[in-house]
């Protein structure tokens, strides 16, 4: 159950309807989400987010879309979001994301999630080339 109820008329107010309409005109559907329905309670709220994910998610840069859905699924595990995990698994199949494709992700992130957590109870050092080519210097 939404901790906060969803405005019954969101587009009543016509902050929300300019970013529903974006969101349509931007994804080129009419179908906006259960995330957006939430999020319209507050329009300037709203309208953040739907601008950083279409900054993010729907402008064309150095990843592919599927790429991106498919880094959006893994963070959406790690965080326990299930509404984010089926949203962007849909969005992923929409975008080519195969059944194989969809297993070997699933399997990366099961073991990124157990070496994660050994590292972190060992409480392993890192190491100095590591630390160095994670700051760009070889």
């Known amino acids: 159950m939404a901790t906060i109820a969803p405005p019954t008329n969101p587009e009543a107010d016509p902050r929300v309807k300019a970013v529903f309409d974006d969101i349509r005109a931007t994804r080129r559907t009419d179908f906006i989400n259960n995330l957006w329905h939430a999020l319209a309670f507050s329009p300037d709220l709203l309208a953040s987010t739907w601008a950083e994910v279409k900054a993010l998610m729907a402008t064309p840069s150095h990843l592919d879309p599927l790429t991106k859905e498919m880094i959006y699924i893994a963070v959406s595990v790690a965080n326990a979001c299930s509404y984010c995990v089926h949203s962007h698994t849909a969005a992923a199949r929409a975008r080519g994301m195969t059944d194989a494709q969809h297993a070997e992700l699933l399997a990366i992130i099961a073991l990124a999630a157990r070496t994660n ?11 100095a080339a590591f630390d160095a080519a994670a700051r760009g210097v070889s």
């Open 117 to 127: 957590h050994l590292a972190t109870a060992l409480q392993v050092p890192v190491d």
